[in-house]
């Protein structure tokens, strides 16, 4: 389905307490996302990315415009759309094994041993097996945010939306969990959104970029990666470095022209 998310001339603004400043983030925006589709959204800092990621996820209401998932108008979050943030969100009362499980508390489609499967299937893929029974206030930084990516992952949601959830990782950490996301996009064909600043990281990841202007934001550039780098080569470390490091000079190229306009609006 090739409108499985559509967004639809959103628009949202933000005020000043005092009412006097006006910051428009997101101009009428549309898009329309494929089912299983991973689209990465890159763009200057502060450009409005988040506010349209949580818009799509139902934390923050548009001034106007609206979401349909799957051709359901959304009106507030719901179970259906997973959110992983930038920083480390877990429950520090439940150990690790218990924090991913939660994930899989309102599922129905599974049975209760199915639920302790799924439980130890993601416990034991963000390699945190060894620390199942520690609570999370005495793990890394770096450990609880792959207990929230785990959780998500466990609770199944038909969106996964993801607001730089590797940025506060290790490199290694961080270059495990994207080869794990993109083995899961695989078999699960999970629909994605995820915002980052890396470019590396979106070339590898994406199905298409979207490259946002400086804010209010706009699309200025929506780029097919798959039909520039096969996503098996990416994966498999065979991608033609050529037409990589073309993609990534043509990206930071667009991004650091847009980054100009915010530093002359600043
Ligand atoms: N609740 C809010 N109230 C007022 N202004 C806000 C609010 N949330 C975001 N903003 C402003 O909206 C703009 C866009 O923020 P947003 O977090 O969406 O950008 P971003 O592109 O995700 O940024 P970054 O890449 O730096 O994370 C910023 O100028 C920010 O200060």
């Known amino acids: 389905m090739d ?82 943030f930038q920083s480390y969100s877990s429950y520090p009362w439940l150990t690790v094994r218990d924090n991913i499980k939660f994930g899989t508390r309102y599922r129905k489609d599974i049975s209760a041993q199915e639920k302790e499967e799924v439980t130890d299937h993601y416990l034991n893929m963000v390699g945190l097996k060894r620390y199942a029974d520690f609570y999370t206030n005495r793990i890394s930084g770096g450990m609880r945010q792959r207990v929230a990516i785990a959780r998500t992952l466990a609770s199944s949601p038909d969106v996964l939306l993801m607001d730089e959830p590797f940025g506060a990782l290790d490199a290694q950490t961080r270059e495990y969990l994207q080869f794990q996301l993109m083995d899961i996009n695989k078999a699960e064909k999970k629909t994605t959104i995820f915002v980052t600043h890396d470019v590396e990281e979106a070339i590898l990841l994406a199905n298409r970029i979207v490259i946002f202007s400086s804010r209010p934001a706009r699309v200025v550039r929506e780029i097919k990666v798959d039909d520039i780098l096969s996503i098996e080569d990416r994966r498999n470390g065979t991608a033609d470095m050529d037409r990589f490091f073309k993609l990534r000079a043509e990206i930071l190229e667009l991004i650091r022209a847009e980054y100009a306009h915010t530093l002359e609006e600043a």
Not at 3 to 20: L, M, P
Not at 39 to 65: A, H
């Open 3 to 84: 409108n499985f998310i559509q967004i639809k001339d959103v628009a949202k603004t933000y005020w000043s307490n005092d009412g006097k400043i006006e910051t428009k983030v997101v101009l009428p925006l549309s898009m329309t996302i494929g089912e299983g589709e991973m689209v990465m959204f890159l763009g200057p800092s502060g450009c409005g990315k988040t506010t349209l990621m949580r818009i799509v996820g139902g934390l923050e209401t548009p001034d106007q415009g609206t979401i349909h998932l799957h051709g359901d108008l959304l009106t507030g979050p719901d179970r259906r759309r997973g959110m992983v």
